[in-house]
């Protein structure tokens, strides 16, 4: 079989190359074929990746327009708190935050608080 694969390489387009042409044309697809395959298998994991990978700033409470807590996954070391802000300047922006921080547990009593008095906005 191999020898057949050699045959049709050698005598492609109508052509004779050499043996070691042919070889070397038939590794580099091979390789060429991998590489796509590692390549595209690496973009499918890349929605799996935590979204949290950096924390966002310090953040002014009345500038959240939405906030929202999604729960620890396989994939990520702890919850991730995403918030959007709003502000004049910058417009509309996502930032993760670090649910550890004291300022970030102000943020979760606040905006509880608010939802109950039905002061934030809910899509």
């Known amino acids: 079989m191999p020898e057949q694969d050699l045959d049709a390489c050698l005598l492609q387009r109508g052509k004779r190359q050499s043996a070691g042409t042919c070889c070397l044309t038939m590794k580099l ?11 595209m298998c690496l973009a499918s994991a890349e929605g799996v990746k935590c979204k949290c990978s950096r924390k966002g700033p310090k953040i002014r409470f009345s500038n959240v327009r939405k906030l929202e807590i999604k729960p620890r996954y396989p994939f990520c070391v702890e919850e991730m708190i ?6 004049r300047v910058r417009g509309e922006q996502q930032h993760c935050l670090n649910p550890k921080r004291q300022n970030t547990v102000r943020l979760l009593k606040w905006y509880r608080v608010w939802k109950e008095k039905g002061r934030v906005y809910e899509e």
Not at 32 to 39: E, K, N, R, S
Not at 82 to 87: E, G, K, Q
């Open 29 to 39: 697809l091979t390789a060429a074929l991998l590489l796509l395959f590692i390549a």
């Open 82 to 87: 995403i918030v959007t802000l709003w502000t």
